[in-house]
């Protein structure tokens, strides 16, 4: 079982800014791609960003895109996502995330490792 932990989360004022980091287990036997997930109140969890094991590869949803940045520690068993000119509607909780492959997606279902996910709230 691959566990992952998250952490950074919290309460920011629109407009603001707020970093999420992730740490998975250090493993030598595969090349994984990450990703952050959210979920709001009364909403399916959605994709936000992914990145591959190099680092190279990124992808965002358009929700996100150009206000989130998501990267890789030199470790590559970390993950941070940067999250700028924050919006109530950002309002959820945020997991990161681990396909058990170098594939890195959008796709929810190509997902199988899971933090627990951490808080952020973006006030008005």
């Known amino acids: 079982q691959v566990q992952l932990v998250e952490s950074g989360g919290g309460l920011v004022q629109a407009g603001g800014s707020l970093r999420l980091s992730c740490a998975a287990p250090v493993r030598t036997d595969i090349d994984y791609a990450m990703g952050w997930f959210r979920q709001a109140p009364g909403k399916e969890r959605e994709a936000v960003a992914a990145i591959s094991w190099s680092g190279h590869s990124t992808y965002y949803s358009d929700s996100v895109k150009g206000r989130f940045t998501i990267t890789r520690g030199n470790a590559k068993n970390t993950v941070y996502l940067q999250m700028n000119r924050l919006e109530p509607e950002d309002t959820a909780v945020y997991y990161c995330?681990?396909?058990?492959?170098?594939?890195?997606?959008?796709?929810?279902?190509?997902?199988?490792?899971w933090g627990q996910g951490t808080q952020v709230t973006v006030s008005s």
């Open positions: 995330t681990e396909p058990g492959s170098n594939v890195a997606t959008l796709t929810i279902n190509d997902y199988h490792y």
